[in-house]
């Protein structure tokens, strides 16, 4: 199964991490899944930018963006040339190693 490397990030994963998931799983869900509270205040329906994360290595091995998610991804805060919305990353059989941005556009968090 792929290792998925979270870089640390001083709120939702202060000590970074290193999951495995299921090749053809979703990054966003199977992060979550693994107790990594990423954003995604659209429920994971393409509809905002709240689960946005730079794929730091393996990014070229992951399916092409389509249009709508280049869209949304232009308004993402700290948009890189490597970034993806995580919900609509489909895992392959490659590791990666993903950031998630110190900051979000979400402004009401959930459960908070």
């Not at 990054?27 to 930018?49: P, W, Y």
């Not at 280049?70 to 895992?91: N, Y």
Request: aromatic share 2%; glycine share 6%; charged share 30%.
């Amino acid at each position: 199964m792929p290792k998925i490397t979270v870089l640390p990030h001083h709120e939702i994963c202060p000590e970074g991490a290193e999951v495995t998931l299921e090749a053809g799983s979703n990054l966003c869900a199977g992060l979550v899944e693994k107790g990594i509270k990423v954003e995604h205040a659209c429920e994971m329906s393409k509809a905002c930018t709240t689960c946005h994360v730079v794929v730091r290595k393996g990014f070229n091995t992951l399916d092409e963006m389509d249009d709508v998610e280049a869209d949304l991804l232009d308004r993402a805060w700290g948009l890189e040339p490597d970034s993806r919305l995580s919900c609509q990353v489909m895992i392959e059989d490659n590791d990666l190693t993903i950031e998630i941005p110190k900051y979000t556009l979400n402004h009401a968090k959930e459960n908070h």
